[in-house]
Structures are given as structure tokens and as C-alpha cells.
């Protein structure tokens, strides 16, 4: 079994936001509007972080482009009533949205806050109704949802391999995030594979993860920037 | 109505119940008195003939006039039905189709991994469709999570959510 | 009626649930819908991809466009353009928001209430088409075609050189640009007596000293900039970039630099001759190119045998580091440590943008900056720097230009004897001054497409006055902007997914190349192509206007311009990333990487790969190019005397002369001083200390031009680092927060001498103490229900402050206060 992960090296990274607009476009993450956003209900699966470091003239800045993490000890599964998150056999942390009941206890114990919930139904014009991504689901209102690693793009490329007659190969699944980044600065592949590109840099010196001393084992790992 | 509340219904209910409130309807819904066995018995047309990406794409696809055109540009027979056909194809209009086998949107269906994959014969979920004189305006299967689990089992498929779910 | 997947979802919803209690004896409460099964008939959902190009924005991004069933649902990067090579920016990401925007015009519209009332009427294209036609016939025929004006968007694609074509047969030169994010070319103007755009490679610098452009955000090309800065710290085996970027905010792009300085706003120019101080000093400059290729460096003696003060002196005497660091704010120490990193780099470059051209010194700041190029000798045939060629597109036949063309043509334009400035680089924002005093004449009839300056000028409200005095307004565009909310006629062009056109020569690139930009869908409503709609005006109006532009569609004459880039056989259609010797010995041997052999296969190859370019520029020859009088490029400025002089009433002009006209376009030096590079403090007015603090706006590459307003993902994302939807903001450090009473989330009010807004208080680190700033894209009043009223437009209460010697606006000279306010409840 591949176990899926991702590597972000923050030393390419600009922070430029592409990664979050292709995100919204392709998971067909609905606009909530401005006064829905007013009250911290803006849904971004993948978000960048920025902080700033220092005090004035002495300042840096620094960007991280947060999905879910997809941990390996996911403490969002495990509150869950309902399993409507639990996480796969390839790994991928499972958002199940008919199975969701909305409680929302999820969204609590994500120490990273990747769950976002539906408080509104989700509304495009209607000109665009038409033209979502039909590769995935629209959410209704009233359950949590997050990154899925786009595993509508696994799914499709399974079944592309199968008919090719061959194994899943380095690249034919590759999240919107990490295929749309401008500077090149996400990868993604099978963790455990020695030759995907991703097992070799989470071996780097500069490979982290977020908030290691949780347990929680992401399987998003970042390389720091070099200073 | 509350929308949560009839997602709500709407999930604790299998999706089959529309099939079963289609079957109340007269069984000529279909814009078309489309007779499946004139095709495939008598003229030994194949399900693939029609539903042209039943192997290849996530649907099958349910033909159209630009398709039907290819046999039916002049009158063959005397049928009524196909007279019809003829005022669709001649004025070049979208015959509205009733789609009948429906998949939820959150689900992902693909005809390919089934019929391709799965080597699975079209009357395994479709019935005997080449037989059917009359439209078909009601499902022979009902598409619930059971039935669809009880296959994956017995074939030994992946039973994961995301293995249909999205 | 139409109906969405999703309502066919809620249907099935509520369906089910009808017949639950219709099995429990119960009528059942809906039915279904015919449409509604109409709708998701049997689609296959067939999965396609087209290439064309971006054009929300100047930088003509090479896009491929996912469609399913021939539906566009997704924008992606298209990986072969030798521009963007595969990436986007969420502008370009949310662009397929344009295509299915409800708010975007349908078909023409005529006007019915008053200007700007908003009230329409919708018309023919046929009625439209002859109420147009006849009102440029009258012009033609009282020999007023001068009186007609074009303000236009971004000029880098063939539409706009069909516009060009257009004007001059039809007799007018007032064909105005509008481009916030072009490179201004007035320093190399005054050096080199061109105005070509320059380009930069960037391939082999060592050193990079960026004064204020804020490239990865804001245009001519923020994605290529922020792949370049991103390869700039990650060179491998080669040791990575330095890039020093000043500005008073620590942007995006200063944030991927390798060093901040935070110069104090509009002291720049100040910096810049601060490190030539020190290069001077250290005689680390490169002295052959000075002594063989520069005039003005060293002192000199006219022909008058009067003795003149060069570079070298007004530097060494004026611009030794200490002073610097007392005009800039920067330790004296930082600015000597970058000069030496910059004169120790085998191979160096300053570039310039943003705050240090649109301030009341830009011209001298740009010039300063540019000052550096030349010491570093930039401009060797095969330096850094260096003027791409256009593609060898075919050269239309020569306009014809009748009799009432020829007149209309020798008519100055607007702007061209306009006293208020010296020379017109960038002066569109004096286009309402000419056009309020009738001066030199009145316009009458004004086409506008994709410019919209009544929201993105610093005097947006001189524009309002302007326009509404215009007889007849006709604009193209696809949506209802605020400028063109004062059109009598709307011509709606399509939305850029739906049309054909070439943009090439995106700004700063050193390579020729284009980008196929093709419809990946048929239009959705009644809209028609500008290029079209203008040539088809062209043959109604008939004779030489109509011979000048004999195309039947618009199609037809990008073919032909092709056909040139075809015949030539140069450079090579987009492909994979191949090696580019074996590129070259290829085309050595006669070979090319695609097979076609007519000019309609190229065509075909061309759309699929999405553009060409040519990967081996001719070196440039910057001696054959240099237009100045001394023939060299000038420290002293010989092409600013001549500029100057023109304006002078008599030849031989006394000095208090050329100091009226000095005074009044606010330059403060005299003498020799005027035609060198040097510092002016920048035009304040605080009113007494009124107003203590600086207010700037800036950019963000989530609304580059600030028409994204009507994308309502952008509005969503826009300032998504620092996590503002859909609202404006402003940006203080915390100790001048903490001065005026500021806490973070605050409301507060930021009041110009000229007008106030609210906005909320972020305080950031990485401002300037002292200084305030609010983003540029929100407040529209028009543009859509995503735009209309969200946020606040800090040009509204930005000075009409301008640099009188090219025309361009000041967004750097205003003063403001800030002050909490009191939220009110919420409801």
C-alpha cells in the first residue's frame, strides 16, 4: 500500500496563493461572501499561513501553504461518531460528506484547523452551476469538509492505470495544489516508496513537520528555508 | 421545507425511493416510445452502438439526435415512434431524455472500471434492456450502498469509502 | 427554466422524502421537474483541454482550459509558454469566474437615464453599429476626425495595433493607453533618447537591487517574477542571488529578497547616488564602458567654454553615505555594505518600479536608479539588459490616410502641447485637464476599451467631469466598469475565453515571442468582438478607411499577421522543454520541431501548443539604438535640455524663462543641476503637521489590475495572507498603532486633506513607522454585484499630486491621519 504525502519546500515557496485559488476551483469550494467571511467562515482546504518574525527594520516574513496534513495518527477520527472521518488504508485521512451528521467535533480536535464547516448552502451564480468540477461532489450545508489530497484524481488515476495494464506510476496522481504551484515548490507521492521524490526529501536536513511534539505524524513535511 | 432536513431524509433513505416514485408514473415518461428490442434484437445493434462510451468514459451516455441521425435521416418504417425521432432529428432539437439510472453526486461512478475493468455485462445491473419493447422508465436495479457492497465483496473489490465516495 | 446540479440534487432530495410519506398514504408534495432531467441528460462528460491566453492582466499568460463536454470549468497554466511556463496566478485562476459572471453584458445597451444614472435600454447590434457609424461619418464630414479618442488597455497585442490602424485611418492621434503595470521608459528616454521597454535576463546575475517594484505582486508579469525570485534562491550548484529590495512595506516581493531596506518614502533617488557614491569612490564601476560609451560622467566645458558639472562630481559632493542615511533612514552602514556587494558582482542589475516611479520625483528617482545600470555597464550588446524584438509578424499594406485623415492627423494630440508637462511618458492622467478646457480642442466622440480610469486613477474624479462633457461615449467592454458607466452606447466585447487575439511581447521579456490566445467556447450571449466591431465600422465608413482595413473578420487578419512569423521560418512554436543546442542545430540544418508545411497546419500547431517565440535573440545594439545628442549614453541629460527648451517661448530663453517653466512643473533644481540625476524631497503637504503620517496604497496579485472586482473568488481571497475577505484594510506598524490609540481589528478612520474612509487596523511589523498602507482593488461603485460597494478605493482620497516632467501620477504624496472609530452595533 503507497501511504500518500507531501513535501513543501518553503525556500520556493513566494506565498504567491495559486495553490489556495486552484484548491477552491477544483474541490468546487464554494464563496461564501462577505458577511458569511465576516464571521470566520471562509473555507479554504488548502490556506497559506503567513507570519511575520521581528520588529521593524528587522523583519521577515514567511509562508506556509497549509492542506490537511493527513496524519498518520489523525486526532480527528478518532471523536468522530459516525466514522465519516477515519483514516484509509493508503493513509489519506477520509472526509465522508453524506456519512457527516455536522457535529463538528472533528473540526474541534484538528490541531491544525484544516476542518472547515458548511454553514451556508452552497451558492454559485447560476450561469456557473453548470461548469463546476464533476469529479467532485458538492457539500451541502451542515458537514465539515477538508482536503482530500484530491483523491477524485487517485480514484481516476487507478482506473487509468488499470486500463493502461500497469501500477500507479511517480506523478499520475498529483493533488491541484502541488500540479498548479507556479515555482515548483510542492511535491507529492507515496512516502514509503524509496524512488518517489517525496521519501528522499523528508530525509533532508531541512524536513519538518508541524507541531511534531502533538504525535500526531503528519504526512505533510516541509523543508526549511535556507537563510 | 428545510434543505438540512431534506438532505437528511435524503440520506437516510436509500436514493432508490425516486425510482420507486418514477414507477407511479405513466410508463411512456420518455419524450419517445423507444423500443430497445427493435434495435438490438431485430437489427442486432449492440448496447455499445448507442451508449458509446459505456467502456471508455464514467457514463455510458444516452444518444442523441446528432447520433441517431447516422440511421434515421429518412423514415424506415411506419412507427410512430420513429416518426417522432424524425421531427427531433429534422429540426434538430435535444430530445429530453429521461435519464432513469442515477448515480448520487457524491459518489463516483465510472461505467469504464465496471464494464472494462470489472468485465461486468450490462445486464448485470441494466437487465435484459434488449428485450424491452417499451422505454425504459424505470431502473432494474435499484443503486443502493448494499448492493453495491455485496458486488464489491463478493468480487473482492475495495469496499473503502474512498473507493466510491468523493 | 433552468435548473443547476445542485437543485436537481435538492429535487431528488425532497422527491424522496414525497414519496416516504406518499408510501405512508400521503400525497406526495413535489414533482420533478421536466427540466430538470432535460438538463443532466445522457452527457458524457467528456474531458477536453484548450490553450489560449490569459488578458485579465498585461502579462499574457499561456493558460490551458479544462473542459467537460465542451464546458470550461477549470484554468490551468499551459507548461510549453516560454513565459509562464505552466504557472498562473489565482487572478487567472478565478478568470473562468468571468465567463459565468451574471453581471456581464449580453448585448448593447443604450443609455436612457443620465450619465452614470444607470439606467439602459437594450439595442440591436445593427441599430447600435449605425447610430455609431453615422456619428463618425458626421465627424469625417465637418473634417473633425481628431475629435474622436480611444482610451485603451494594455497595448501588447494585435488588437491594439489594429486600433492603431484604425485611428490613423481614420484621422485622429488621440489613441491613449492605459497600463498601470508598464514599465516606464522615461530614464531611458533621458539617457538614451529611446523609449524602447527594456528587457532583462536574468539567467547569469549574480546581484539584483530592486527599488520599489513590487514584481511578484503586481504587474507586468507577477508570475514569471515570482518564478524567477523563487529560482533565485534555489540556483543548485550556483551561488544563489542577492536581492535587496527597498520600499517602506515589506511586501511580498521584499519579503523573497534577501535583504529589506526600508528607505523612507520618496527618497530613493537619494539611495541610489548613495551607492554610486560609494562605487565611485571605490572606483568599482566599470570605467571603459563610462569613458567610451557615456557623456556628462565626468566634469566637461561646453561650447561656450563654460565649465559643467558631471555625475561624478554631483555624486561625490552631495551623496556620501552619512548624508544618505539622513535622508533615507538607513544606517549608513547598509547602504556602503550594498554598494559592495553591488560593485564586487561580476554581473549586476537594478531594476525600479512601483512607489519609485508614481511619486512627484519619479522621473529623477527612475533616473538615478537606471544611473546604476550604466556605472555597472549593463548595456553591452550582450549584457543583461537589452530590446527585444516584435515577432516578424507580416507588415500590413500602408494605411491609407485621406484628406480628412491627413488633416486630423496633423492636429497635436491631446497631451502633445500640454504646458503643465515636460514630456509625455506616462500622462494619460492630464487627459481630463486637455479634455475640461477644450484644449486644444473639444473631443467629441470616445471609444473605450479596457480602460477604466475613473476607478484606478489618482484623479478618477476629474475623469468623471471629463467625461460626462464628451458628446458621445462608446465603450467596448464586457462588463459595466465605472468608466463605462458613463457610455451612451455599450458595445460588449466577449469575455477573453470566447475570442481569438495574439498578445506578444509581454513587458521585461528578452526573448521575441506570442501567445495564441483562442476561444475555448462559443460565446455565451449576443456580445461581439471589438476587433470585429471595429472593422466592421471600418468598412462601413468606407473609402481609404475601409481599404486601410480590408479584413473580413478579425480571425482573418491575425492570420495574416502570422503568416509573416510562418514565412520567416524564425524561432519555433512552443514545445516541451527541449535542449536548446539541439534547437539550434536543428534550424541550422533547415529542420523544424513540428510538422507542417502550409501556413494553415502552422496555424493549427500553433493553437494547440499556444504560441511561439524565439529562443535566440539577436544581441541587441545599444550603440545604434542610443538617440541622444552626444551619441553616447548621457549622465547629463542633453535630450531633457532639448525638452526643456521646447517649452521655452523663444530660442534663446533667459534663465529666469527656464525657471518659471521649472517652477511650475515643481523642479526644485537649478542649473546644471536639472539635467543630472538627483534627489528632490518629495511634494508633501501635511497641512502643519495636520496630517503626520504617510499614506501609500499598494498591490496584490489577488486584483493586479484591480478589475478583478467582479471575480467574487477574488474578492474572497484578497487579502488572503493577511486574512481580509472581501474588505479593505490598513496596514500600520504597531508602534505607530500604539501612538494613535490603534489596537489590531480596530475600525478606524484614515483621513487625506481631500477625504476620509474606514477600514480596519492591521498592525504589521513590516510597515515603515509613520506610515500607512490601504490596498489597491476594492471600493468599486459599479463593475457588478461582487464589486459594488465592497471595500474602499484609497485613490479616492489620494492627492492629485503628479511628476511634472513625464506626466505620470504621484501615488506617494499624500498625508493622513488616523483615528479609532467606534463600531457600531451589530444588527
Not at chain 3, 540556483?235 to 528607505?263: F, I, M, Q, Y
Request: charged share 25%; glycine share 6%; proline share 6%.
Amino acid at each position: 500500500m503507497p501511504k500518500w504525502g507531501m513535501v513543501i519546500d518553503l525556500n520556493k515557496c513566494t506565498g504567491c496563493g495559486e495553490c489556495v485559488t486552484a484548491c477552491k476551483v477544483e474541490l468546487n469550494v464554494p464563496v461564501v461572501g462577505p458577511e458569511e467571511s465576516a464571521k470566520g467562515r471562509t473555507i479554504l482546504c488548502m490556506d497559506i499561513l503567513s507570519t511575520y518574525e521581528g520588529e521593524f527594520p528587522e523583519v521577515k516574513m514567511r509562508h506556509m501553504p497549509r492542506p490537511c496534513f493527513h496524519c498518520e495518527h489523525p486526532p480527528c477520527t478518532k471523536v468522530c461518531p459516525v466514522r465519516a472521518t477515519y483514516k484509509n488504508d493508503e493513509g489519506i485521512v477520509a472526509q465522508i460528506y453524506p456519512q457527516c451528521i455536522g457535529c463538528r467535533y472533528c473540526q474541534v480536535a484538528c490541531p491544525y484547523t484544516v476542518k472547515h464547516f458548511n454553514w451556508t448552502k452552497p451558492e454559485w451564480p447560476e450561469e456557473r452551476c453548470e461548469a463546476l468540477n464533476p469529479d467532485v461532489s458538492v457539500r451541502p450545508e451542515g458537514v465539515v469538509e477538508k482536503c482530500t489530497f484530491c483523491v477524485h484524481r487517485l480514484q481516476k488515476a487507478k482506473e487509468q492505470a488499470a486500463v493502461d495494464g500497469r501500477d500507479l506510476r511517480e506523478g499520475d496522481y498529483v493533488p491541484a495544489c502541488v500540479e498548479s504551484c507556479p515555482t515548483k515548490a510542492m511535491y507529492f507521492g507515496d512516502l514509503d516508496n524509496p524512488k518517489h521524490k517525496v521519501s528522499q526529501l523528508k530525509k533532508s536536513h531541512r524536513a519538518f513537520r508541524l507541531m511534531e511534539d502533538l504525535g500526531t505524524e503528519p504526512k505533510v513535511y516541509y523543508l526549511s528555508e535556507v537563510e | 421545507m428545510k434543505i438540512k432536513q431534506v438532505i437528511l431524509i435524503g440520506l437516510l433513505l436509500p436514493a432508490s425511493l425516486v425510482f420507486a416514485y418514477l414507477n407511479g408514473r405513466d410508463g411512456g415518461s420518455q419524450p419517445i416510445a423507444y423500443n430497445h428490442n427493435m434495435h438490438v434484437q431485430e437489427n442486432d445493434m449492440e448496447c455499445l452502438d448507442c451508449h458509446v462510451y459505456a467502456e471508455d468514459g464514467a457514463r455510458a451516455s444516452i444518444p442523441n439526435v446528432e447520433l441517431c441521425r447516422d440511421c434515421h435521416e429518412e423514415a424506415s418504417t411506419e412507427s410512430e415512434a420513429e416518426a417522432a425521432l424524425l421531427s427531433y432529428v429534422n429540426d434538430n432539437r435535444r430530445i429530453p431524455w429521461r435519464q432513469i439510472n442515477v448515480v448520487p453526486d457524491y459518489a463516483y461512478f465510472s461505467h469504464r472500471r465496471h464494464v472494462k475493468l470489472g468485465e461486468l455485462d450490462c445486464v448485470a445491473c441494466h437487465g435484459e434492456v434488449g428485450e424491452m419493447v417499451k422505454p425504459v422508465s424505470e431502473p432494474f436495479q435499484e443503486v443502493t450502498m448494499d448492493w453495491c457492497m455485496d458486488c464489491h465483496e463478493a468480487r473482492n473489490v475495495s469496499n473503502d469509502c474512498y473507493a466510491c465516495h468523493r | 427554466m433552468d435548473i443547476s446540479r445542485r437543485e436537481f440534487l435538492k429535487y431528488l432530495g425532497i422527491t424522496t422524502a414525497g414519496v416516504s410519506l406518499a408510501g405512508l398514504g400521503c400525497d406526495s408534495m413535489w414533482s420533478v421537474p421536466d427540466e430538470v432531467f432535460e438538463k443532466i441528460g445522457g452527457a458524457p462528460r467528456i474531458e477536453t483541454w484548450k490553450t489560449s491566453v490569459c488578458s485579465l492582466c498585461s502579462g499574457g499568460c499561456g493558460i490551458k482550459v479544462r473542459l467537460i463536454d465542451g464546458i470550461p470549468v477549470r484554468i490551468s497554466g499551459n507548461p510549453l509558454h516560454a513565459v509562464n511556463r505552466g504557472g498562473i496566478c489565482p487572478m487567472a485562476e478565478a478568470g473562468i469566474e468571468a465567463l459565468y459572471n451574471p453581471d456581464r453584458m449580453r448585448q448593447p445597451l443604450q443609455r436612457v437615464g443620465e450619465r452614470g444614472e444607470d439606467k439602459w435600454q437594450e439595442i440591436t447590434w445593427d441599430e447600435a453599429m449605425q447610430t455609431v457609424v453615422s456619428r463618425l461619418q458626421a465627424l469625417r464630414d465637418k473634417n473633425a476626425a481628431h475629435k474622436l479618442a480611444f482610451f485603451t488597455g494594455p497595448d501588447n497585442n494585435l488588437s491594439s495595433r489594429l486600433n492603431e490602424r484604425f485611428m490613423q485611418a481614420f484621422g485622429s492621434p488621440n489613441l491613449f493607453v492605459f497600463d498601470q503595470n508598464k514599465p516606464s521608459t522615461a530614464a531611458t528616454y533621458l539617457t538614451q533618447g529611446h523609449k524602447s521597454e527594456l528587457a532583462y535576463n536574468f539567467k547569469d546575475i549574480e546581484m539584483l537591487i530592486n527599488f520599489g517594484a513590487d514584481f511578484l505582486d503586481e504587474g507586468p508579469s507577477p508570475i514569471r517574477f515570482n518564478q524567477l525570485y523563487s529560482e533565485f534562491r534555489n540556483r543548485g550548484e550556483r551561488r544563489n542571488v542577492k536581492v535587496v529590495h527597498v520600499d517602506s512595506r515589506l511586501s511580498r516581493t521584499a519579503s523573497n529578497s534577501s535583504r529589506w531596506l526600508p528607505a523612507k518614502p520618496g527618497t530613493m533617488a537619494a539611495l541610489a547616488l548613495g551607492i554610486a557614491n560609494v562605487l565611485i569612490k571605490d572606483r568599482n564601476f566599470d570605467s571603459r564602458f563610462i569613458k567610451a560609451h557615456s557623456f556628462g560622467f565626468d566634469d566637461w566645458v561646453d561650447s561656450s567654454g563654460n565649465s559643467r558639472i558631471g555625475f561624478k562630481t554631483l555624486v561625490e559632493d552631495n551623496y556620501y553615505p552619512e548624508k544618505v542615511a539622513q535622508i533615507t533612514g538607513l544606517p549608513a552602514r547598509q547602504i556602503v555594505e550594498v554598494a559592495r556587494e553591488f560593485g564586487a558582482a561580476k554581473s549586476a542589475l537594478v531594476l525600479a518600479g512601483g512607489h519609485a516611479v508614481n511619486s512627484s520625483n519619479g522621473v529623477y528617482t527612475l533616473w538615478a536608479i537606471e544611473c546604476l545600470n550604466a556605472l555597472k555597464g549593463n548595456y553591452k550588446d550582450d549584457g543583461v539588459i537589452s530590446v527585444p524584438k516584435a515577432p516578424p509578424f507580416s507588415e500590413a499594406q500602408k494605411t491609407e490616410v485621406d484628406q480628412v485623415a491627413a488633416s486630423g492627423l496633423n492636429q497635436p494630440d491631446l497631451l502633445q502641447s500640454m504646458s503643465e508637462i515636460c514630456f509625455t511618458d506616462d500622462a494619460v492622467a492630464f487627459l481630463p485637464k486637455a479634455m475640461l478646457e477644450n484644449q486644444p480642442y473639444q473631443i467629441e466622440m470616445l471609444f473605450l476599451a479596457n480602460a477604466n480610469p475613473v476607478f484606478n486613477s489618482v484623479n478618477q474624479g476629474d475623469f468623471a467631469a471629463a467625461l460626462t462633457d464628451v458628446p458621445f461615449i462608446v465603450s467596448f467592454s464586457s462588463s459595466l466598469d465605472e468608466t463605462s458607466a458613463y457610455a451612451d452606447l455599450v458595445l460588449p466585447d466577449h469575455v477573453f475565453l470566447e475570442k481569438h487575439d495574439v498578445a506578444y511581447s509581454v513587458p521585461m521579456v528578452d526573448f521575441s515571442h506570442f501567445g495564441m490566445q483562442q476561444p475555448v467556447v462559443a460565446p455565451m450571449y449576443d456580445t461581439r468582438h471589438t476587433g470585429d466591431v471595429i472593422l466592421q465600422i471600418a468598412q462601413s465608413l468606407g473609402g481609404t478607411v475601409a481599404s486601410s482595413l480590408p479584413w473580413a473578420d478579425y480571425k482573418t487578419y491575425l492570420e495574416d499577421h502570422l503568416r509573416g512569423v510562418y514565412e520567416t521560418g524564425a524561432g519555433t512554436i512552443f514545445s516541451e522543454r527541449i535542449d536548446e543546442d539541439w534547437l539550434e542545430f536543428l534550424k541550422e540544418r533547415g529542420w523544424q520541431l513540428f510538422e507542417y508545411s502550409t501556413f494553415d497546419e502552422f496555424w493549427q500547431v500553433l493553437l494547440e501548443k499556444g504560441g511561439w517565440w524565439n529562443p535566440f535573440p539577436d544581441a541587441t545594439d545599444f550603440r545604434r539604438l542610443i538617440k541622444t545628442p552626444s551619441k553616447k549614453y548621457e549622465f547629463y541629460s542633453q535630450v531633457l535640455e532639448g525638452e526643456i527648451k521646447a517649452h521655452l517661448q523663444t530660442a534663446r530663453a533667459s534663465e529666469d524663462e527656464q525657471n518659471e517653466v521649472l517652477q511650475k512643473w515643481k523642479v526644485e533644481a537649478r542649473g546644471d543641476l536639472v539635467f543630472l540625476p538627483h534627489y528632490e524631497a518629495p511634494e508633501l503637504r501635511d497641512n502643519e503637521g495636520r496630517f503626520p503620517l504617510h499614506l501609500l496604497p499598494f498591490r496584490l496579485i489577488t486584483n493586479i489590475t484591480g478589475e478583478g472586482g467582479n471575480l467574487p473568488m477574488l474578492q474572497e481571497l484578497f487579502g488572503m495572507l493577511s486574512r481580509n475577505y472581501w474588505q479593505s484594510w490598513v496596514e500600520i506598524n504597531p508602534e505607530t498603532a500604539h501612538d494613535h490609540g490603534v489596537s489590531e481589528g480596530d475600525l478606524v478612520q484614515i483621513t487625506s486633506p481631500i477625504g476620509s474612509l474606514e477600514v480596519e487596523a492591521r498592525l504589521i511589523p513590516g510597515i515603515m513607522p509613520g506610515v500607512l498602507y490601504v490596498p489597491f482593488g476594492l471600493g468599486h461603485k459599479s463593475n457588478g454585484r461582487y464589486a459594488k460597494g465592497i471595500g474602499v478605493n484609497p485613490y479616492e482620497i489620494l492627492l492629485e499630486e503628479f511628476d511634472h516632467l513625464s506626466g505620470t501620477s504621484s501615488l506617494t504624496s499624500t498625508k493622513a491621519t488616523v483615528e479609532k472609530r467606534n463600531r457600531k452595533e451589530m444588527t
